[in-house]
T-cell receptor, first 117, second 113 residues
Framework: GAVVSQHPSRVICKSGTSVKIECRSL??????MFWYRQFPKQSLMLMAT?????????EQGVEKDKFLINHASLTLSTLTVTSAHPEDSSFYIC?????????????FGQGTRLTVV | LAKTTQPISMDSYEGQEVNITCSHN???????ITWYQQFPSQGPRFIIQ???TKVTNEVASLFIPADRKSSTLSLPRVSLSDTAVYYC??????????????FGKGTSLLVTP
């Protein structure tokens, strides 16, 4: 199947700094990618939709100025957590659809564990 | 809107068959039923998808009764490595484009020796 790769898999940063997470589709092109956040013992929460060549769309309650998304190419989307704080510590996961149409299989990255100290 | 209900957790011993049932009483005519698996500290991965009756692949089987108001994911002879969270998704688990997924709480399966 298709592969989505995230980098880094784990990052620790100081409070107030910014962290960039990359999401790459390795063997297919993705005009749309999705970013999720998952807190311990909880389900995945959709944060935003990343659109190649245009602005990302954010879910209600997600601060677009804090979570900057850039989708500069058909294989790369980045999520930058700006001015990170301990409450931003979470597991961030990206995904890309494997095709078009409803119910298409989604391919997920391995996730990035962010710890803000 | 279709809403899914799954057991929060299940326990099993190695070698047993595990059946996880998902209720979706308001499933729409065009909705498919999809299951994803998530290992600890990893992204989810697609397991199986079906519309009606029975679907089987190398990982699992999916049983869907005629009324489609529920579905059962069957994992044959589980091993310790099947310990994971299993998510059932239907209809409104998907965005309008069918791409983004809204995950419910899922079922946390623990397999022990």
């Amino acid at each position: 199947g298709a592969v989505v790769s995230q980098h880094p898999s784990r990052v620790i940063c100081k409070s107030g700094t910014s962290v960039k997470i990359e999401c790459r589709s390795l063997d297919f092109q993705a005009t749309t990618m999705f970013w999720y956040r998952q807190f311990p013992k909880q389900s995945l929460m959709l944060m935003a939709t990343s659109n190649e060549g245009s602005k990302a769309t954010y879910e209600q309650g997600v601060e677009k100025d804090k979570f900057l998304i850039n989708h500069a190419s058909l294989t790369l989307s980045t999520l930058t957590v700006t001015s990170a704080h301990p409450e931003d510590s979470s597991f961030y996961i990206c995904s890309a659809p494997g095709g078009q149409g409803a119910y298409t299989e989604a391919f997920f990255g391995q996730g990035t564990r962010l710890t803000v100290v | 809107l279709a809403k899914t209900t799954q057991p929060i957790s299940m326990d099993s011993y190695e070698g047993q068959e595990v059946n996880i049932t998902c209720s979706h009483n308001n499933i729409a005519t065009n909705d498919y039923i999809t299951w994803y698996q998530q290992f600890p500290s990893q992204g989810p991965r697609f397991i199986i998808q079906g519309y009606k009756t029975k679907v089987t692949n190398e990982v699992a089987s999916l049983f869907i009764p005629a009324d489609r108001k529920s579905s059962t994911l069957s994992l044959p002879r589980v091993s310790l490595s099947d310990t994971a969270v299993y998510y059932c998704l239907v209809g409104d688990s998907y965005s309008n484009s069918g791409y983004a997924l809204n995950f419910g709480k899922g079922t946390s399966l623990l397999v022990t020796p």
